[in-house]
């Protein structure tokens, strides 16, 4: 099944509409109505008109193409066009994403596919408002697992201790004899910016060399463009600085700080040597390199790279780092979703109360 390809529309309003009149796609009064196009159509005018959006992350963006293709795989496996969907494809599709993913996976399928529907709705394409008959599963706001662990609620994040296992041994998973230097340096270098500056995968993917600076104390910091393009400075502590550099040296790359280096500081070392192209390293790179350290250290098999960042905003605030300023660090837009994390702190706070009162 192709891959949808999601980028921003170019036509002019004024060309957009003689190509709707022209493919019979306005009716009368001049709404869309595209009860007489094929589900291919559908798709790609959905996509234009709902989906794309000049801010998305690339990781939004494939996230965006396979539940897409969960919602043509299961409506075509059973020889159902989405032209021909109504109340009970609608359920059927509903309990399948139930059972077979985990509360937040079914979720974020569900309201993509509620999306769909609304905008199928809107257009004429089916004469019913079926997203009444969506049902998505209740998760839990913040950093929690949706497995239980011992019968209690499981945190999306590590230890110290677990966080640290893990970045070694990504220099351990590395199993090419040729250029194993630079793939050990790189591999440590993408746990420690992880596991010590909050980054979203998807924002580390995508610094650049030239993206660290030192600010007017001398200190090196690293600029950062997250969710909505919106930019943030990441202090760069100590034990990164000297990995960083390492790294650098280790791939014969310049450590003098440069604003006008646009090279990703992360690409295929493989296809670098081979073709001399600067190749920006794939999510799924960076995916397979946090899973197969975790498979070595018999770790918990739900981990991800995002583990790292609920890790890092947790041992921020139990170290006293003011509420606002991890907000502004980790680039959330609400200070509500940091202070979410205050309530896995509780347990600690709670313990060292009985144990000043002379419980033991």
């Known amino acids: 099944m192709e891959e949808f390809e999601l980028s921003p529309a170019k036509n002019s309003f004024r060309q957009l509409k003689e190509q709707w009149e022209e493919a019979e796609l306005l009716d009368e009064d001049n709404n869309l109505n595209l009860k007489h196009i094929s589900d291919e159509e559908f798709i790609q005018l959905f996509f234009s008109m709902r989906i794309i959006k000049k801010s998305l992350s690339p990781h939004t963006i494939r996230s965006y193409n396979q539940d897409m293709k969960t919602i043509l795989s299961f409506f075509y496996e059973r020889e159902i066009t989405l032209k021909s969907i109504g109340f009970m494809e609608v359920k059927l599709f509903n309990e399948e994403m139930m059972n077979q993913y ?5 979720a974020r399928k569900l309201e993509f596919f509620r999306r769909m529907l609304e905008f199928g709705h809107a257009t004429h394409f089916y004469p019913s408002l079926y997203t009444t008959w969506i049902e998505k599963p209740s998760i839990s706001k913040g950093h929690y697992s949706d497995k239980e662990k011992q019968n209690r609620t499981e945190y999306r994040e590590l230890t110290d201790r677990e966080a640290q296992v893990i970045v070694n041994a990504l220099e351990s998973v590395v199993r090419i004899r040729q250029h194993e230097k630079e793939f050990k340096a790189r591999n440590r270098l993408m746990g420690m910016l992880l596991y010590m500056s909050g980054m979203r ?60 280096d646009t090279d990703p500081l992360f690409y295929s070392i493989k296809e670098y040597y081979r073709t001399g192209e600067k190749k920006r390293l794939s999510y799924t790179t960076l995916y397979r390199t946090i899973k197969s350290a ?9 981990i991800s790279p995002h583990w790292f ?44 109360a009985f144990r000043k009162s002379g419980y033991r």
Not at 315 to 337: E, R
């Open 294 to 302: 975790v498979y070595k250290v018999k770790g918990n098999a739900s």
């Open 201 to 260: 995968s998807s924002e580390l993917l995508s610094l650049n060399w030239g993206s660290f600076r030192e600010d007017r104390r001398g200190n090196l910091v690293v600029d950062v463009i997250g969710k909505g393009k919106k930019e943030r400075t990441i202090p760069v502590f100590d034990d990164v600085k000297e990995t960083l550099f390492t790294y650098r040296q280790a791939l014969n790359e310049s450590t003098e700080l440069s604003p006008f």
């Open 102 to 106: 985990a509360n937040r996976t079914a």
């Open 309 to 352: 960042r609920h890790t890092f905003i947790t041992n921020s605030l139990a170290n006293d780092v003011p509420l606002a300023v991890v907000k502004q660090v980790v680039g959330h837009s609400s200070i509500a979703t940091t202070n979410v994390y205050l309530e896995k702190l509780q347990e600690d706070t709670v313990y060292d």
